[in-house]
């Protein structure tokens, strides 16, 4: 997908200027936060297991070349085929393949941010071959040929009557009559479109939410059962999952997901956890007839020997996004590429270089609620300031913004200087302020105040205020 | 299929080593690896896991009931089939159910139920309730673990609008990680079923303005049934 987090300035101004989308977006932390604290709440050994989790992909991480090959050699022991792909077009060109070698006219495909990631369905499309998404905010999303907005909630964006207007303009047989008004006439609309196309597809790719060393296991945890569907009804089923998904033992994967479903949507679990181990076997009556597994690296080897190699914890839960008050604000298009949130401002410059996405590290108050919440801990503030570094050595930053901020850094390496001449000036602004306190016009402010008053100076510095609150608690 | 296949095999796992700084040959730690691929040990498990079996069936039921399951209990799996009957006849849906070749399922005397319309096998999509067997009812979170095969249809899990599943109370456990011992020990070490479903309930969907609705692509109902005998 072609990226625009170069532009995320321009982007997020927009978004905060539309309307529909400020309304959709309001749904996020009605639902997601509270959900989350509430399930929190009810598990006392919350905390602990995501310690655990933690130290567990750390563990992973620092032998994924061996569990790698454990996870493939058990995968091709039970009939089914591990490809390697280096890069985003290697891992297109063998998906391609296998649909092409099965005969594929249509492709279902659960819900899988790997794809998206590869661009798959533009290039499947290319090809002649029909890539449908079965999860339905994806399949919303692709009716409207957008990307996702979110990674577990991808038409987080949209409101149900955007969605009635679109099944109304697509669904071709839908008679006029037919009430679309309430979520429930719209999920039942989308339902039966979508189960003809699961009887008559070739092919079923799902993602992974982890793939298991011990037993050559992938697993897909869902809400919907499409991705299910997808992959039991197709005669073939193709796995496209990024290499840091594997974990050594079942036991492992329990660790993971008694965290993921908890913090994802603040359920106790998915309605559905699958774990699948190849293709058929003998007096099976259904199941897929072959098994493949595309593991992606994309950049993530590199990451493993650097500072950045702590975002291969993730887990996609999307739980930074729903707290993050930039996100919040602006939605997920703003961040102009497949990941968005704080997640998305870490790894999106590690997977596409920081000159084209250094805006997003930018993109944060750095209030530390994705640290806070994140299952598997990840550092992201620490994260994103290290991308700023490493911004600030391949784009410096114009040299005005430079010169002011060289110039507070001398002042303030002079404190008396510092506060000598804050002190003159203080008194002053706040005299200016007149009663209200504060200023609803600044020069050079207007980005702070056409949203919001800028609060005026109590007329005394800090250090001021300090010192005389010393000299009464002396006193008393 | 991909140009060079090996190549990249070879190239990405020689990336990771580089990026670690280990090579291949790295005995301690492959011996390492393999002792935790086959000891089975068991990371922090909560506490509401543990309790008697009245605690742990009391919990299953419970939890399913909280994520829109509906639960009956029955004395004996004789019961079975009139309970099916009328729920499916107070839910004005017909009564025709489809279930696969399972031992437990197919040993019920389902004559008790003279309307009942039984058929075998899996499902093509046109049947409006299955019926299945869990192997395991999880407590923890009110999961059921059933297993492919041709005694259980995956088809039946996901195709039908009504799912019924029998579970027998003595296969109700605390944790997850009995799973998978009983999995081990029907299917041996470092393998498994080609599909193991966890089911926690009817198939729902919040993707729309996070309002939650029942019954997205799978089954609307689920209908959980323990036998107590």
């Known amino acids: 997908m072609q990226s625009t987090a ?49 130290d567990l992909k750390n563990h992973v991480l620092a032998n994924l070349d061996l569990y790698l090959e454990e996870y493939e050699r058990k995968v091709f022991e039970v009939g089914g085929k591990v490809h390697w792909a280096a890069s985003a077009g290697d891992a297109r060109e063998i998906v391609l393949s296998i649909c092409r070698e099965a005969g ?96 008559a597809a070739d092919v079923g790719i799902t993602g992974a939410n982890m793939l298991i060393a011990e037993t050559g296991s992938s697993v897909i945890v869902t809400n919907e059962g499409n991705g299910d569907l997808s992959q039991t009804l197709a005669k073939v089923h193709i796995v496209v999952a990024s290499l840091e998904k594997v974990v050594p033992t079942l036991e492992d994967a329990c660790t993971i997901l008694r ?20 293709p ?23 990451l493993l020997g650097t500072d950045f190699r702590e975002v291969l914890r993730c887990i996609r839960c999307g739980a930074c996004m729903n707290h993050c008050p930039v996100y919040q604000a602006v939605g997920g298009h703003a961040y102009g590429w497949v990941y968005p949130g704080p997640i998305g401002s870490v790894l999106t410059p590690s997977l596409i ?23 598997m801990r990840i550092p992201l503030p620490g994260l994103m300031r290290k991308w700023r570094e490493l911004e600030f050595e391949k784009v410096p930053p114009p040299f005005a913004q430079r010169f002011a901020l060289k110039s507070w850094a001398w002042f303030a390496r002079h404190p008396r200087l510092y506060q000598f001449a804050s002190g003159l000036v203080i008194p002053v602004v706040a005299r200016m302020a007149g009663k209200k306190g504060a200023f609803n016009k600044l020069p050079f402010g207007n980005g702070w105040t056409r949203h919001r008053d800028f609060p005026a100076p109590q007329g005394r510095t800090f250090h001021q205020q300090w010192r005389n609150q010393k000299r009464r608690r002396a006193r008393s | ?42 990371n922090l498990v909560p506490a509401r896991t543990k309790g008697s079996a009245d605690d742990l069936i009391k919990q299953f039921k419970e939890m399913l009931e909280s994520q829109s399951a509906k639960v009956s209990e029955v004395g004996t799996a004789d019961e079975i089939p009139e309970l099916i009957a009328k729920e499916l006849r107070d839910n004005n849906l017909p009564s025709r159910l489809r279930m696969g070749d399972d031992g437990f399922l197919v040993e019920i005397d389902w004559d008790r139920a003279p309307t009942l319309e039984i058929e075998r096998g899996r499902s093509d999509g046109h049947d409006p309730v299955g019926l299945s067997h869990a192997l395991v009812g ?65 198939s729902r969907t919040g993707d729309i303005e996070q309002t939650i609705v029942m019954g997205a692509h799978g089954p609307r109902r689920v209908h959980v049934i323990v036998v107590e005998e």
């Open chain 1, 6 to 54: 170069h532009a995320f300035k321009g982007n997020a101004a927009r978004a905060l200027e539309d309307r529909q989308l400020q309304e959709a977006l309001a749904n996020v932390p009605k639902g997601f936060v509270g959900k989350r604290a509430e399930a929190r709440a009810r598990l006392p050994e919350f905390d602990a297991l995501r310690d655990q989790a933690r």
């Open chain 1, 104 to 199: 594929a006219k249509t492709v279902v495909k659960g819900k899988s941010m790997i794809t998206e990631e590869i661009g798959l369905n533009d290039h499947l499309e290319g090809a002649g071959i029909e890539p449908i998404e079965t999860d339905l905010g994806e399949y919303l999303i692709q009716i409207r040929g957008e990307a996702p907005s979110h990674i577990i909630a991808p038409a987080v964006h949209l409101t149900k009557e955007q969605v009635e207007a679109d099944f109304r303009r697509l669904h071709r047989d839908l008679p006029e009559d037919r009430r679309l008004e309430e979520v429930d006439e719209l999920v039942a609309e989308a339902r039966s479109v979508l189960r003809d196309k699961f009887l």
């Open chain 1, 259 to 278: 965290i993921l479903a908890r913090s994802a949507t603040g359920q106790e679990c998915s309605t559905y956890t699958t774990f699948s181990t190849g």
């Open chain 1, 280 to 302: 058929r076997r003998a007096g099976d009556p259904d199941g897929p007839e072959a098994y493949h597994v595309v593991l992606l690296d994309n950049g993530r080897s590199e």
């Open chain 1, 353 to 375: 270089g920081v000159e084209e996405a250094g805006p997003l590290p930018n993109a944060s108050t750095f209030c530390g609620r994705c640290e806070a919440v994140c299952p």
């Open chain 2, 1 to 42: 299929m991909s140009p060079h296949p090996r190549d990249g095999r070879d190239a990405i796992l020689g990336r990771v080593r580089r990026a670690l700084g280990v090579g291949a040959e790295d005995a301690e730690r492959r011996v390492a690896i393999q002792k935790r691929l086959y000891d089975h040990v068991r």
């Open chain 2, 138 to 202: 999880v407590s923890e979170t009110g999961t059921l673990i059933l297993i492919s095969g041709a005694d259980n249809p995956t088809t039946l899990n996901f195709l039908p609008e009504t799912h019924i599943v029998v579970v027998r109370a003595e296969d109700i456990v605390g944790p997850y990680e009995d799973v998978w011992e009983r999995l081990r020990e029907t299917y041996g070490e470092r393998a498994m079923p080609r599909a193991v479903n966890m089911i926690a309930g009817p």
